[in-house]
């Protein structure tokens, strides 16, 4: 696996981890539709909410949660609509994106609950 792909699933893990430890409940990973895969399902206080994990090794080039783009949203909403659908759910929805940065040897964790709402 390269480096990159193993840190991404490494810091997929760490998210996941986080969110148990916060109380959420997590529904799904890695799930798909169509060009759309979204990272972790989970729900909240009877909220349905979609986890981006962006994780870098570095800031150099912009924070993670810099490289969730208009496009990647459009897809991520698109996917979350289809699985609302299909699961035949009537709750409200979120969006979050779990941004985390490697440093030497540790982890810097940010989440930021309704992420979209400052795109």
Do not use: C
Not at 28 to 33: A, G, L, V
Not at 102 to 113: L, M, P, Y
Request: proline share 1%; glycine share 4%.
């Amino acid at each position: 696996m390269a480096k990159h792909n193993k840190l991404g699933k490494d810091g997929e893990l760490i998210a996941f981890m986080v969110l148990q430890r916060d109380g959420f409940t997590i529904l799904e990973t890695n799930w798909k539709f169509r060009k759309a895969e979204i990272d972790i399902i989970a729900t909240k206080d009877k909220i349905l909410i979609s986890v981006e994990v962006k994780t870098r090794s570095t800031n150099d080039f912009g924070s993670p949660q810099d490289f969730v783009n208009k496009k990647k949203i459009k897809l991520m909403v698109s996917a979350m609509n289809e699985y609302i659908l299909n699961k035949d759910l009537d709750t409200e929805l979120r969006f979050d994106i779990i941004a985390i940065t490697k440093d030497k040897s540790s982890f810097d964790i940010q989440h930021f609950k309704d992420a979209f709402l400052y795109f």
